[in-house]
């Protein structure tokens, strides 16, 4: 779908009603999802500091051929928001994505997954492989090559704000000054595309940040990251994966190395890479169509 400016004006107005709104009730947390179409279920999980929103070309695209189905994670949005950090710990997040296919009605589905919505992906897949067609990954690493290359000083230093959001109330009020003006910040400081981020398209991020809560729940992904990463070397991720994999990255990530997508011949046995030049962490909404043309030709090979 080819978005001219004054469509996208048009368009920034009726996002919202293009899509059904649900709620579902499942692992003892309501979840808001968006869907449009029918047939074989798509899901779409987001990343920080997004919502569904963020897979809005996706939704539009893919609804044509498919039951397309974006999540507002737990802690994101129109979502609950349970307190604690251990409200946020991975294997909860892995029965939130589950219960949500089941309340659909359906056994299995092509999940995609984009930064921390990839997180939960991949152990999604390697816990529960039998409810997955595919499994296309967009800028977020396989946990077990994130883990080893957290050791490489390069990394680490793109990887600061994971360091900097263990700490308590701090990150939270420098997020919020001026009205969230961080989450703008977020979304703009590690592009050089901003013009491919309308004013309005931000506004709507910073509205979400600002609900009750919302940023400490966000953040709270993060504050289990450090729980989660010691336990890889004697989990599952050590096998390989035999889910069909694409993952698509943007070769202009200013937060995750490239390098994160080499030898990935040792985790997975069944995949495919697609780098896009010249394109940031902010894949999906950036290159919206080639990202698009590059799922559609690997489901079509399935």
């Known amino acids: ?24 009730r499942t692992n003892g947390v309501n979840l808001h999802i968006v869907k449009k179409g029918n047939g ?15 897979y ?26 349970p307190v604690g950090v251990d409200s946020y710990r991975l294997e909860e997040l892995v029965k939130d994505v589950k219960g949500i296919i089941e309340y659909l009605g359906f056994e299995k589905c092509t999940l995609v997954a ?51 959001f263990q700490l308590p109330i701090i990150p939270e009020f420098l997020i919020s000054i001026n009205n969230f003006q961080g989450i703008e910040e977020i979304f703009l400081k590690i592009t050089e595309a901003k013009h491919k981020f309308e004013k309005s398209d931000l506004e709507k991020y910073r509205k979400m940040a600002s609900k009750e809560n919302g940023i400490t729940s966000m953040l709270n992904y993060y504050r289990n990251v450090f729980k989660f990463l010691p336990l890889l070397e004697k989990s599952n991720m050590n096998k390989k994966l035999n889910v069909p994999t694409l993952i698509i990255w943007g070769e202009d990530d200013k937060v995750l190395s490239k390098s994160l997508t080499y030898d990935m011949g040792e985790f997975l046995s069944n995949f495919e890479i697609k780098y896009i030049p010249d394109c940031s962490h902010w894949v999906q909404q950036e290159e919206p169509e080639l990202v698009n043309q590059y799922i559609r030709e690997f489901l079509n090979t399935k």
């Open 114 to 164: 984009h930064d921390l919505g990839g997180i939960i992906a991949w152990q999604l897949a390697y816990s529960h492989p039998e409810i997955l067609d595919n499994l296309i990954i967009l800028n977020c690493p396989h946990p077990m090559k994130y883990s080893r290359e957290l050791k490489n000083p390069t990394q680490i230093f793109k990887s600061w704000y994971i360091y900097f």
């Open 1 to 24: 779908m080819v978005v001219t400016k004054t469509k996208q004006k048009q368009l920034n107005k009726e996002w919202y009603s293009l899509f059904e709104h649900e709620y579902v």
């Open 40 to 54: 074989p279920l798509i899901i779409f999980l987001h990343g920080f500091p997004e919502f569904w929103y963020s």
């Open 56 to 81: 809005r070309h996706q939704l539009l695209d893919f609804s044509k051929d498919f039951t397309a189905v974006a999540i507002d994670n737990r802690g994101y949005n129109e979502s609950d928001k």
